[in-house]
Structures are given as C-alpha cells and as structure tokens.
C-alpha cells in the first residue's frame, strides 16, 4: 500500500497564478483532510471531508477551495496564489482515530 | 487558533536520558494524539489517549492525560539519536466534528550522541 501521496512535491507560483494539490489515499478511508504548515508552528485545518462528495471548512479555507469527487482523491485547489499562502502543505486521512500523513507539498509563491 | 499549547518549546538532552514534553488544551476532548515529525517529512502517529484513560503505554513512550486539568505529557525513555525530531500533540474533538485534529506548536527535541 501507498498510504497517502501528495503531488506535486514542490512548486513555485507567482502571485495570481492558480494551481490544484492532490492527495490520494488507498486505505479506504472516509475522512480526508488538508493542512498548511508555516516555519516552527503546528498544523491548521483548511478544509476537510468526511465522505465522497461532502466538503467542509476548517481553521483557515480563506483563499483555498477543495473538492472529493472520488472517495480515495481530495484536491485542494488556490484560485489566485498570494505570498501569504507560501507554506508546507500536507493531506491526511483517517478512518477513525488516528490521521496518516503524506509527504507534504512545499509551494512558494513569489 | 491553535488548541494546544506545548512545553517545552524545544529541548536538547543526551542520548539514554529521558525527555518530557507537556501539552495544554482548552475545550473537551474525545482523545488526545501524540505525533512525531521528522525534518522536511510527514507527521506520523504515536499514541492516542481516550478522554476516559489517564495513563497508556507503547514501548518507551508514555502518555498521561488530565482531563481536570485539560492537559497531556510524553514521556520518552532511554532517548536514541534517532527521537530527534518535532512532537506534536494534537486534540479531537469526536465525529460529530469530523475528527478533526487541532495541533498544538510542537516541541523540538534534540538528542545528541
């Protein structure tokens, strides 16, 4: 098993510029989350969902949009990159209990 | 804003001691989860802790939780180089929230050889 993949690894947007993450999990799980990570701080929710086709917002969706079209896909899409969105991002799902984590995604945006 | 609030900030110890790291929180809980994350990777699950259990153990690490006092430790024992990375605790909230996970800052712990 694969576990949770995120791709792109890396990527550099320029301000304005608009691109899609995307995680893939193959356990089967209902719930599946995104998260950003700036230096030296824990994680914060972006959004999440709990099933196939449900969405919801966490801490901080501002500027952020997602969708689960397919139970094992969550992608998480910024229409308009600013710097402020420059940050690790990293997708988990669960089933229940404990979250499994993918590798994370490093966005810089210039 | 983050739920937990984690002690120390970072901490630097030599191999074969033990660490200690300490996390607060502010709302009720449905478990406690601790995780560890390694330079530049994902994080990955330790232990989880119930709101109902106040003591648990998983090789050499022990997690204690006072729900009284909304606040958790990890415990490391007979540290290795190895452990050097961030811990994370983290609080969910139950599946009526979605099982989301709201992270504390982190402890940086250092083992030095």
């Known amino acids: 098993n694969a576990g949770v993949t995120q791709t792109p690894k890396f990527r550099v947007l320029k301000t304005g510029q608009s691109m899609t993450l995307l995680c893939a999990q193959d356990?089967?799980?209902?719930?599946m989350y995104w998260y950003r990570q700036d230096p030296g701080m824990g994680l914060r929710l972006i959004h999440y969902s709990v099933g196939e086709g449900t969405t919801a917002k966490g801490e901080v969706p501002d500027g952020y949009n997602v969708s689960r079209l397919k139970k094992q896909n969550f992608l998480l899409g910024l229409e308009s990159a600013a710097p402020s969105q420059t940050s690790v991002y990293f997708c988990?799902?669960?089933?229940?209990?404990?979250?499994?984590f993918g590798p994370g995604t490093r966005l810089t945006v210039t | 804003s983050q739920q937990g609030e984690e002690d120390p900030q970072a901490l630097s110890i030599q191999e074969g001691e033990n660490a200690t790291m300490n996390c607060s929180y502010k709302t009720s809980i449905n478990n406690l989860q601790w995780y560890r994350q390694n330079s530049g990777r994902g994080l990955v699950h330790l232990i989880l802790?119930?709101?109902?259990?106040r003591e648990k153990h998983s090789g050499r690490l022990r997690v204690t939780l006072d729900t009284s006092k909304k606040s958790s430790s990890l415990l490391i024992t007979a540290s290795r180089a190895a452990d050097t990375a961030s811990y994370f605790c983290a609080t969910d909230a139950g599946s009526a929230a979605g099982n989301k996970l709201t992270f504390g800052g982190g402890t940086r712990v250092l083992v030095k050889p």
């Open positions: 802790i119930r709101s109902n259990e």
């Open positions: 356990m089967n799980h209902e719930y």
């Open positions: 988990a799902s669960s089933y229940i209990g404990e979250q499994y």
